[in-house]
């Protein structure tokens, strides 16, 4: 029987077990360090598949939702109204003021093209001298709105130049041009009524929506 005692290793073994050892450490370092590299992120910008059915089609919801447009300036006033029902006036006046600008750039395209197209192909010049003048109409119609609001909230140094801006671009004698004086003349900034036989016993029924009463 071989006592513990006396068991004894030779210096030579104990030198190739230690180098064994590392070299075993030695190879999997490597191992472990390649196992732990975090992983590069995928491409983020790659190239998205086009729609094989509509490639390059603009669908009508995009340019029906494009802020300048008609049907962009009709939201817009469509937004004011119902925060005029609110009696939110600051942000009623925020809405028409927008709209104003939308309906007026975009008649101002319109006659440009109508000018570009006349004398070349007077049916497209014509088609667009109309668009002009619609769309005119409708800033007209947001200006009135805007100087109604205004007045509803006691400012009447902001709603007098607008509504003599209106009389300018429809003249007095259509219905919007007659509406716009006759709240002129409620406001006291004139003194004769128009026409004539309207008198200042028939003050204007055109109020904003819940109009707080004065």
Avoid: W
Avoid at 127 to 148: E, F, P
């Amino acid at each position: 029987m071989i006592s513990a005692g006396t068991v004894r290793f030779s210096p030579r073994y104990a030198c190739l077990t230690f180098l064994s050892s590392v070299l075993v450490l030695i190879m999997l370092v490597p191992a472990n360090a390649q196992s732990a590299k975090p992983q590069q992120p995928k491409n983020s910008n790659q190239t998205q598949p086009i729609n094989p059915t509509s490639p390059n089609v603009l669908s009508p919801d995009a340019q029906n939702n494009s802020a300048l447009s008609v049907q962009g300036g009709q939201r817009l006033m469509s937004e004011a109204s119902s925060a005029v029902s609110a009696q939110d006036y600051p942000l009623a006046t925020k809405k028409l003021q927008d709209a104003r600008q939308v309906f007026n750039q975009v008649s101002n395209f319109y006659q440009e093209l109508a000018t570009s197209f006349s004398g070349i192909d007077n049916r497209l010049a014509d088609s667009q001298r109309k668009k002009a003048l619609d769309t005119a109409q409708m800033r007209d119609d947001a200006t009135y709105q805007l100087a109604l609001v205004h007045r509803a909230q006691n400012q009447p140094e902001l709603a007098v130049p607008l509504l003599v801006q209106i009389i300018r671009s429809q003249n007095p004698t259509r219905d919007l041009g007659k509406k716009a004086y006759q709240q002129l003349f409620e406001l006291g900034f004139v003194d004769a009524p128009f026409p004539a036989s309207s008198g200042a016993s028939n003050p204007s029924s055109d109020r904003p929506a819940n109009q707080p009463n004065k």
